[in-house]
């Protein structure tokens, strides 16, 4: 079975500068999908980033980036220029590409951008 | 295109009590999850539908079930409402390939249930 991890339940950062959220996963499936997910107090689930096992380039869109760890099954986040916008949980997730594609989440982390 | 949408937004039901949640999906897509997030936790995955048929289920009991119809649209169903069934819906929806490849799930704004 697959876990994902996130060690971190609640952070916070200056406005403008640089945080990294930390997510951990455990599967034995060779090709999966990892994603990040924001969810503001509106509950929405809006899509970070995402990135394909297969690919070993890290992915990037705009101030957010990942590092991705295949080998140590790590999947941390990297939000550049923090805005007060920011301030959401954020939420790891796995999905195997094979089977019943669901996602399974981890707990999430409470980020705070601070003025 | 339109988003995924569920109604209503908030419910408040009675310990033993059914409800039924819906969830229309982005246009083009033609499978739907359904999770519950309780409180401070992360989604947890209920089940999927796709082409009307369930297509895996989670750690839940039978009193949770579900239906797609034709325009994809889907519901939910909880029977014999417990305290512990309070918590956010979430309806995602994502685009099944003849193939089987499948791109992200586009995430509804979620229902609110309330079990007193």
């Known amino acids: 079975a697959q876990t994902v991890t996130q060690s971190q339940p609640e952070m916070s950062v200056q406005e403008a500068e640089t945080v990294t959220l930390s997510c951990t996963y455990d599967t034995s499936e060779s090709n999966y999908y990892l994603f990040w997910y924001k969810q503001p107090p509106s509950r929405q689930m809006i899509l970070v980033i995402r990135?394909?096992?297969?690919?070993?380039q890290n992915a990037t869109e705009n101030r957010f980036s990942v590092n991705f760890q295949k080998a140590a099954k790590s999947f941390s986040l990297k939000i550049s220029d923090s805005q007060l916008g920011d301030t959401a949980m954020y939420f790891c997730a796995f999905v195997a590409t094979s089977g019943t594609y669901k996602y399974i989440f981890g707990t999430g982390t409470r980020l705070k951008v601070l003025a | 295109e339109t988003g995924v949408t569920q109604s209503p937004t908030h419910l408040i039901k009675t310990r033993g009590q059914q409800v039924t949640l819906r969830c229309s999906s982005q246009s083009g897509h033609n499978t739907v999850s359904w999770y519950q997030q309780a409180l401070g936790q992360g989604p947890q995955f209920i089940f999927q539908?796709?082409?009307?048929?369930?297509?895996g289920r989670g750690n839940f009991p039978p009193r949770f079930s579900g239906l797609q119809f034709p325009n994809y649209s889907s519901e939910l169903n909880v029977n014999a409402l417990e305290l512990d069934d309070s918590a956010l819906y979430l309806c995602?929806?994502?685009?099944?390939?003849?193939?089987?490849?499948?791109?992200?799930?586009?995430f509804g704004p979620g229902t609110r249930l309330t079990v007193t």
């Open positions: 990135q394909e096992a297969y690919k070993q």
């Open positions: 995602a929806s994502t685009r099944r390939l003849a193939g089987g490849n499948r791109g992200e799930q586009y």
């Open positions: 539908y796709y082409r009307e048929e369930e297509n």
